[in-house]
């Protein structure tokens, strides 16, 4: 009897383990302040990424992919929450303190916990959750989330660490990196934070600017106002071209360095025999000015701040491809993760679940998006909203304050949103019916946001 029954616990053990190797990995690689172009496999010819690359040659890359918010802990805490920010209440950067979070409201981590999933993170958290509070946000393992030196260089080792010893157990693991946010140091000219960059060389040897450096006639006069709270924050008012190509020479080096960290980390799952099963989500948690509009940092709804690098990759296994579903990395990842897992998720998402798109191509999922900002000092809220909605050919922007509040855009005939066509007469009908639209979602998705007088 004794022989049956460890027969019958070996039978069941090893019917355990079969289930668990055919569920795949998923491992989320985020960099910090990424815009969408930032990337040679996006066509930028002015860095190398060959480890993003590596990722866009085996996966699906999505080339209308946007934030949640520009802004580093309402875009996180979209992330790991799937909702948007005016849903959670976290609209400015908030600090690491308990008592903050909903109970209701259910983090990444603690869904793939309950769904049977190993469950890491390691680097730059910035949620205002506590690390020490597993129960909450369930990454059972979660290393080198403090600030300080060279944080970067240590993740690659933590991740390795952590995939060595799950490596026999489907897992969820977040790889974040602070790079290339050290472009803000860089700008006011501190020392930087995870590595080091040589003097910038002669004008002609950087980048030239983009078409859309200069500001453009009509812009709403509120986002100026934004640039005069912090010099600090903003000290590229009022640089010369000189500087503003300095300034993208700069940024393209601390892609490349994070690059290198996360071919790292891509490495240890060759090492240790899981490349085949592990799904790669790549992503930023927004994107930053690059000098288009004269603009350095997050924030505003340009494209270049609002637009994120967003990869959905298995390497060995799929196809490169590219694909213009309009995606929102705030909302969809955790539906997506769920789709590929079979976790149950959350009924009270809204986000897409991106998994379909991969397994049919023809499924349609979205055709127009809404994403927003709050603008803020830090932690601090500066009591100026706006919002975007964008479609396949059109982008709307409003802001609740000013005279000029509203911009509309033809981003196939304009795609650095030069020409505001909000204020012609010629498109009239166009923007009458971004206004409805937006008026009507805000409604369905209880946001409070208005802009427009009557």
Same mark, same amino acid.
């Given at each position: 009897?004794?022989?049956?029954?460890?027969?019958?616990?070996?039978?069941?053990?090893?019917?355990?383990?079969?289930?668990?190797?055919?569920?795949?990995?998923?491992?989320?690689?985020?960099?910090?302040?990424?815009?969408?172009?930032?990337?040679?496999?996006?066509?930028?010819?002015?860095?190398?990424?060959?480890?993003?690359?590596?990722?866009?040659?085996?996966?699906?890359?999505?080339?209308?992919?946007?934030?949640?918010?520009?802004?580093?802990?309402?875009?996180?805490?979209?992330?790991?929450?799937?909702?948007?920010?005016?849903?959670?209440?976290?609209?400015?950067?908030?600090?690491?303190?308990?008592?903050?979070?909903?109970?209701?409201?259910?983090?990444?981590?603690?869904?793939?916990?309950?769904?049977?999933?190993?469950?890491?993170?390691?680097?730059?958290?910035?949620?205002?959750?506590?690390?020490?509070?597993?129960?909450?946000?369930?990454?059972?393992?979660?290393?080198?989330?403090?600030?300080?030196?060279? %944080?970067?260089?240590?993740?690659?080792?933590?991740?390795?660490?952590?995939?060595?010893?799950?490596?026999?157990?489907?897992?969820?693991?977040?790889?974040?990196?602070?790079?290339?946010?050290?472009?803000?140091?860089?700008?006011?000219?501190?020392?930087?934070?995870?590595?080091?960059? $040589?003097?910038?060389?002669?004008?002609?040897?950087?980048?030239?600017?983009?078409?859309?450096?200069?500001?453009?006639?009509?812009?709403?006069?509120?986002?100026?106002?934004?640039?005069?709270?912090?010099?600090?924050?903003?000290?590229?008012? $009022?640089?010369?071209?000189?500087?503003?190509?300095?300034?993208?020479?700069?940024?393209?080096? #601390?892609?490349?360095?994070?690059?290198?960290?996360?071919?790292?980390?891509? $490495?240890?799952?060759?090492?240790?025999?899981?490349?085949?099963? %592990?799904?790669?989500?790549?992503?930023?948690?927004?994107?930053?000015?690059?000098?288009?509009?004269?603009?350095?940092?997050?924030?505003?709804?340009?494209?270049?701040?609002?637009?994120?690098?967003?990869?959905?990759?298995?390497?060995?296994?799929?196809?490169?491809?590219?694909?213009?579903?309009?995606?929102?990395?705030?909302?969809?990842?955790?539906?997506?993760?769920?789709?590929?897992?079979?976790?149950?998720?959350?009924?009270?998402?809204?986000?897409?679940?991106?998994?379909?798109?991969?397994?049919?191509?023809?499924?349609?999922?979205?055709?127009?998006?809404?994403?927003?900002?709050?603008?803020?000092?830090?932690?601090? #809220?500066?009591?100026?909203?706006?919002?975007?909605?964008?479609?396949?050919?059109?982008?709307?922007?409003?802001?609740?304050?000013?005279?000029?509040?509203?911009?509309?855009?033809?981003?196939?005939?304009?795609?650095?949103?030069?020409?505001? #066509?909000?204020?012609?007469?010629?498109?009239?009908?166009?923007?009458?019916?971004?206004?409805?639209?937006?008026?009507?979602?805000?409604?369905?998705?209880?946001?409070?946001?208005?802009?427009?007088?009557?």
């Amino acid at each position: 009897m004794a022989a049956a029954l460890l027969a019958g616990f070996g039978n069941a053990k090893a019917q355990v383990q079969k289930a668990n190797a055919s569920k795949p990995n998923i491992i989320i690689i985020m960099t910090d302040q990424q815009t969408a172009d930032a990337m040679s496999n996006a066509g930028n010819k002015d860095l190398h990424t060959p480890a993003m690359d590596v990722l866009a040659a085996n996966g699906t890359r999505f080339t209308r992919a946007y934030c949640a918010q520009p802004l580093c802990t309402p875009s996180r805490s979209s992330i790991f929450s799937g909702k948007m920010p005016h849903e959670s209440g976290f609209t400015g950067n908030a600090p690491e303190k308990d008592g903050q979070w909903p109970d209701s409201v259910l983090m990444m981590g603690k869904i793939l916990k309950a769904g049977g999933y190993k469950t890491g993170y390691v680097g730059k958290w910035h949620l205002p959750v506590p690390v020490a509070k597993i129960e909450q946000h369930g990454f059972e393992t979660i290393e080198n989330t403090g600030a300080g030196d060279y %944080t970067d260089a240590v993740t690659p080792s933590r991740c390795a660490a952590f995939i060595k010893k799950n490596k026999a157990n489907p897992f969820l693991l977040v790889a974040s990196f602070l790079n290339p946010h050290d472009i803000c140091e860089w700008a006011r000219g501190d020392e930087l934070k995870m590595d080091v960059l $040589g003097t910038a060389p002669d004008t002609a040897f950087c980048p030239k600017l983009p078409a859309n450096w200069r500001i453009n006639p009509n812009e709403p006069a509120i986002i100026r106002e934004q640039q005069k709270v912090s010099p600090r924050t903003y000290p590229s008012v $009022g640089w010369n071209e000189t500087q503003w190509r300095k300034y993208r020479w700069a940024y393209n080096r #601390l892609v490349e360095k994070v690059d290198n960290y996360v071919a790292m980390v891509l $490495g240890s799952l060759k090492k240790y025999g899981i490349e085949d099963n %592990t799904i790669i989500i790549f992503t930023s948690d927004h994107g930053d000015g690059y000098a288009a509009h004269e603009w350095n940092q997050k924030q505003v709804l340009y494209e270049e701040s609002a637009k994120i690098p967003f990869m959905i990759s298995k390497i060995g296994q799929w196809k490169a491809k590219t694909d213009d579903q309009l995606v929102c990395n705030g909302i969809d990842i955790i539906p997506t993760i769920c789709g590929f897992t079979g976790v149950e998720a959350p009924a009270y998402l809204k986000g897409l679940d991106l998994s379909k798109r991969i397994e049919n191509p023809a499924v349609k999922l979205r055709d127009t998006l809404v994403i927003e900002t709050d603008f803020a000092d830090n932690e601090i #809220l500066l009591g100026i909203k706006g919002r975007a909605v964008i479609t396949k050919d059109f982008k709307y922007i409003v802001y609740d304050k000013g005279e000029i509040r509203e911009q509309l855009f033809d981003l196939e005939k304009d795609p650095g949103e030069t020409n505001n #066509l909000a204020v012609k007469s010629t498109h009239k009908k166009k923007l009458n019916q971004m206004r409805t639209y937006l008026k009507n979602w805000c409604k369905t998705h209880q946001d409070s946001f208005y802009a427009l007088k009557k």
